[in-house]
């Protein structure tokens, strides 16, 4: 049973550049959220998609903007780049009611993307 | 809104013996989940244990247990028998159990772990 996959793994990118991310969910996961974490510190939430809608959304401004696929696969876009976007992002896939049951349990989270802005 | 507080930048165990990882947290909700995660250098969220705010029994996964003490909104992780692969990146988490947060984990700044051989 796939986990959740991310990529690609790392990317470096120009200031003022665009970059999509993307995440396929683990199988059976029909919700996606995406969290930004900078070097030392927790991750931070950014929003999250279900049923191909941003229903939830950190404070995090509108250059960063995200889509979900039928398949559930999600992608979050990141515009007019700046140093402080340098992070590791993470992609976490849940069942949009989430239970903590044998079969549905939490949220799986994949091994991120770093991007580096220079 | 939920804040995690996680005072404790760094912490060392010696392999074998037992450490205390430490999480306050604010909320003005009655019912919530709380986690701590572990984060290797894989940099993968790995769920150590979970609480359930309604639920008195502190939660225990083999070694590892924790002191949930909802009254002064205290949550520390206790690592039994320390073990080298235990080194990691730990985060203390919370969930909101419903509503329009649901879904929304909010963490701590997390706490480095060291197992001294």
């Known amino acids: 049973d796939a986990g959740v996959t991310q990529s690609p793994t790392h990317l470096i990118k120009t200031r003022g550049q665009q970059v999509t991310l993307r995440c396929s969910p683990k199988?059976?996961?029909?919700?996606v959220s995406w969290y930004q974490q900078a070097l030392g510190q927790g991750p931070q939430f950014i929003f999250q998609?279900?049923?191909?809608?941003?229903?939830q959304r950190g404070n995090f401004p509108d250059r960063f903007s995200g889509h979900q696929f039928p398949n559930y696969s999600s992608e979050l876009n990141v515009n007019a780049l700046l140093l402080g976007d340098s992070a590791l992002y993470l992609c976490a896939s849940s069942l949009e009611d989430v239970t903590w049951q044998v079969g549905n349990y939490g949220y799986t989270f994949g091994s991120g993307t770093r991007l580096t802005v220079v | 809104a939920q804040t995690v507080t996680q005072s404790q930048p760094e912490m060392s165990v010696q392999e074998a013996e037992t450490v205390t990882l430490s999480c306050t947290y604010d909320t003005s909700e009655s019912d919530y989940y709380l986690f701590w995660y572990k984060q290797p250098p894989s940099r993968q969220m790995i769920l150590v244990i979970r609480q359930e705010a309604y639920k008195q029994q502190n939660a225990t996964e083999n070694r590892f247990s924790v002191n949930f003490q909802k009254a002064a909104k205290s949550f520390s992780l206790k690592i039994s028998d320390s073990q080298l692969g235990d080194a990691a990146m730990y985060f203390c988490?919370?969930?909101?159990?419903?509503?329009?947060?649901?879904?929304?984990?909010?963490f701590g700044q997390g706490t480095i772990l060291t197992v001294h051989p």
């Open positions: 998609y279900y049923e191909e809608e941003e229903r």
């Open positions: 199988s059976g996961h029909d919700t």
């Open positions: 988490a919370y969930n909101t159990a419903g509503g329009t947060s649901y879904g929304k984990l909010t």
